[in-house]
């Protein structure tokens, strides 16, 4: 049987675990009942390119309670229903430097510090659905919207839920005080019970790793092909994650790892890189700030094995200038441009073709083996000819060749 191209991945992944494997310490979430019982050897990694090709190791497909990896979505959800504006009326984008179950509210405005602490994703959750919604219409809107994202059904465990729902004062009293400063989007009771329900549906790393791939393809479930919420709501999801997502170890996560990423005390962790794929860990002992001990150093170990880390300086770009060519045919100077041309890229064209722009013939901007222009580059490439306008002789110092239509092919919203 002939080898599968996609072995070296997996193995890539195998070897991690293996490596991981030998990491100990932390403790399986007791807090609630129910998930003191999970398997604390279970170890599982999925990886989901934004073309949504899957590749998994280990545990990939064991079932676990999301919990808080369910706060990124949520957030996202909001955003895209309501806008950004309205959402940060409720709740806050910065940094808490606090452990997740804090009491974090902005003392001017009664809004939690950000959507990925418990207060803060409670609020989330209470806006969900509108404020006529009970707690089961509430819950039935972010298990739908959670469902695109992975793009299957899923289950919420009961016993969980139940477990939750019996020792969840500290989040009850999270919403009061929430709903005292007039940011709760609903009562106390139906945004708490909503909240439960969230967190207590079943996934995989699996499951997580489609849901992170579809925040890096821009809203758009790599696998499904759906669209589940639009770029910006992506972003802005992914920029929370960056600086908020794992609590008040997200600085030094953004340090080692450099990937924008969510934890939850089910053992799950969720990360991504925008443009290029998403990833799910599962091992359920958990650190002192609440992520898995086993995940945090897979991911470290993926990161650092790989050069994942978003910041990594990746050395000089292929130049956007493919070639230029000077024909005889009235003196003018072709120009092809290639891949995938962002704003840089445009500034480098525009910058070393500026000197050929003269009186002595045209400057031809060829876009026919260009991939696609980003909208940055498309606000400096676009209206060129016109700006630099026509020879003494009346004709075009610049032209665009463009059959293609790239220059003015837009990204969906």
Known sequence: MAADLRDPVRSALDAVL?????????????????????????????????RGMLHDAGDAGAEFTIQSVSKPFAFALAVDTFG??????????????????????????????????????????????????????????????????????LVLAQDVYASEASTGDRNRALAYLTRSAGTLGATAEIATDAYFRQCSLLVTARDL?????????????????????????????????????MYDASGTWLVHVGLPAKSGVGGGIVALQPGQFGIGTFSPPLDAQGNSVRGVAMLQELS???????LEHRGAQLSPIASLERSDVG?????????????????EVLTRLAPLVGDDGCLVLDFSAVTRVAEGARRVLSGVPERVGLTADGRPRVVIRDPEGVLERRDPA
């Open 331 to 347: 003196g003018e100077t072709v120009a092809v441009l290639r891949g995938d041309l962002k704003f840089a890229g445009a500034e």
């Open 84 to 153: 950004i504006d309205e959402v940060t009326k409720h709740v806050g984008l910065e940094p808490s430097g606090e452990p997740f179950n804090a009491i974090s509210l902005e003392p001017a405005t009664g809004r939690p510090l950000n959507p990925m602490i418990n207060a803060g994703a409670i609020v989330i959750t209470s806006l969900l659905g509108g404020p006529d919604a009970d707690a089961d219409a509430k819950a039935a809107v972010v298990r739908t919207g959670l469902e695109r994202f992975a793009g299957r059904d």
């Open 18 to 50: 293996g490596t991981v494997r030998e990491v100990h310490g932390g403790a399986v979430a007791s807090y609630i009942p129910e998930l003191a019982k999970a398997d604390p050897d279970a170890l599982g990694v999925a990886l989901v390119s934004t």
């Open 209 to 245: 790793a489609i849901m992170a791939a579809t925040l890096a393809n821009g809203g758009v479930n790599p696998v499904s092909g759906e669209r589940v919420v639009g770029k910006d709501a992506a972003r802005w999801t992914t920029a929370v994650m960056t600086s908020c997502g």
């Open 304 to 310: 650092t094995r790989f050069d994942l880390h978003m």
